[in-house]
């Protein structure tokens, strides 16, 4: 079956320390999203990309940085400048945009807590 | 700017009973609607979308929403509610061009009494 797959599902950091999340698609969708998810307040969108070697900052993009060297695979890395990166992180994708099919297929999450 | 409200945060109904979660949004013109919903640590799953055409959408899990334009709103309804419903609800909207980039409500919480 197609999906997204994000890993690992939880994550530890350490301060001053990056960590790569993972997150890989078999549908064959051109576009790939990074949100992240705090309590309340719904998902904030980190960074997109809708074509391979190519990313767009979303509302939140400091202190996060990601590569889209392949159409399956969309990391994210969260550097030792996001001050606060406990969180939830889900990664999404999409056919590319204004087609009919479009929408969101998620991926499972990852949880990642700083120690 | 542009904007999606889901004016309920926690939503408590009987199983069995009938649900409306409410949704509004401001925009330059229709968007995209869409409805996703969340179990507790897990992703979003698409519940249903409205492009165009008939006001009333059907989605999966007997969810249905009605885009109303004069409203602004696209709200959510089921007419009876079961427990594995219990969870995340959301709304989104997006623009029909440039990036397409949808933007989420903050959510609305079900809960289901026995």
């Not at chain 1, 960590?19 to 992240?36: F, G, P």
């Not at chain 2, 904007?3 to 409306?20: F, K, M, R």
């Amino acid at each position: 079956d197609g999906g997204i797959t994000q890993s690992p599902k939880y994550l530890f950091r350490k301060e001053g320390q990056n960590v790569t999340l993972s997150c890989e698609q078999n549908l064959n969708h051109d576009a790939m999203y990074w949100y992240r998810q705090d309590p309340g307040q719904g998902l904030r969108l980190i960074y997109y990309s809708q074509i391979v070697n190519d990313f767009q900052k979303g509302d939140i993009a400091e202190g996060y940085s990601v590569s889209r060297e392949k159409k399956e695979s969309f990391p994210l890395t969260v550097t030792s400048a996001q001050k606060n990166p406990t969180a939830f992180y889900l990664c999404a994708s999409s056919p590319l945009p204004g087609r009919i099919s479009y929408g969101y297929t998620f991926g499972s999450g990852t949880r990642l807590t700083v120690v | 700017a542009q904007s999606v409200t889901q004016p309920d945060i926690h939503i408590t109904v009987s199983e069995g009973a009938s649900l409306e979660l409410r949704c509004n949004y401001s925009y330059g013109a229709t968007p995209y609607l869409f409805w996703y919903v969340q179990s507790p640590g897990q992703g979003l799953q698409l519940l249903l979308k409205y492009f165009s055409g008939d006001t009333l959408v059907q989605g999966i899990k007997g969810f249905e929403a009605e885009f109303k334009r004069s409203q602004s709103s696209f709200n959510l309804r089921k007419p009876s509610v079961h427990w594995s419903d219990a969870a995340e609800y959301f709304c989104a909207v997006a623009p029909r061009g440039g990036s397409y980039i949808p933007t989420f409500g903050r959510g609305t919480s079900l809960i289901v009494h026995p």
